[in-house]
Each structure stands twice: as structure tokens, then as C-alpha cells.
């Protein structure tokens, strides 16, 4: 049974630092592409990041500001977010990109000015 388990809810404010955290079971976390999407209140799904194999994406919104980063062997994928913004105010997903999507639960991140 495929899981991913994002970390809690945070609070930071304008040009703060946070990383997100993502613990995988169930498959064997190198063989799969992982990334990060995220939805803003009222908005719609947003994917910012992707990591297949070391190839990496980001979207044009967050790239140079965030860094997605995964360690294997630790079943664990992270996104490290710099410089935020309050329009990055979101929950944020973790994500299996596989042939079937499977996603964490959702971490709130809420940027205060």
C-alpha cells in the first residue's frame, strides 16, 4: 500500500524560509518520479516541482526559489522554500508521479505579511 506522509501545517512570514518534508512506504521511493503541487484558495491545481531520476522541473512561479530534493535511501522528499511570498500561500502535496497518482495529505503553508 503506497503512502506518503507530508509534515504539519506551517506559518511563516513574508521572505521566510521553510522546508517541507515527505516520508514514502509501501514502493520503492528511486524507482518512482516524485513531485510537489500545490492549491491556493479558489485556485486550481498548480504543479511546481518534479524529480524523476535527477531530472528536475520547477515551475516558472517558484523556480529560483525553491528546490526540490529527495533522499532515497530514506524514502523521504523534501521541498526547500526560499524568499516566500504570500501568493505561495497554498496546501501543499506531495506526489507519486507514477502511471497512478498517489498524494500525501496536504501541509498547509501559510505566508503572513
Known amino acids: 500500500q503506497v503512502q506518503l506522509v507530508e509534515s504539519g501545517a506551517v506559518l511563516v512570514q513574508t521572505r521566510g524560509s521553510l522546508i517541507l518534508s515527505c516520508a514514502g512506504s509501501?514502493?520503492?521511493?528511486?524507482?518512482?518520479?516524485m513531485g510537489w503541487a500545490r492549491q491556493a484558495s479558489g485556485k486550481g491545481l498548480e504543479w511546481i516541482s518534479r524529480?524523476?531520476?535527477?531530472?528536475?522541473y520547477y515551475a516558472e512561479s517558484v523556480k529560483g526559489r525553491f528546490t526540490i530534493s529527495r533522499d532515497n535511501a530514506k524514502n523521504m522528499l523534501y521541498l526547500q522554500m526560499n524568499s516566500l511570498k504570500p501568493e505561495d500561500t497554498a496546501v501543499y502535496y506531495c506526489?507519486?508521479?507514477?502511471?497512478?497518482?498517489?498524494w500525501g495529505q496536504g501541509t498547509q503553508v501559510t505566508v503572513s505579511s
Open positions: 506526489i507519486n508521479d507514477g502511471r497512478v497518482h498517489h
Open positions: 509501501g514502493f520503492t521511493f528511486g524507482n518512482w518520479p
Open positions: 524529480d524523476s531520476r535527477g531530472i528536475v
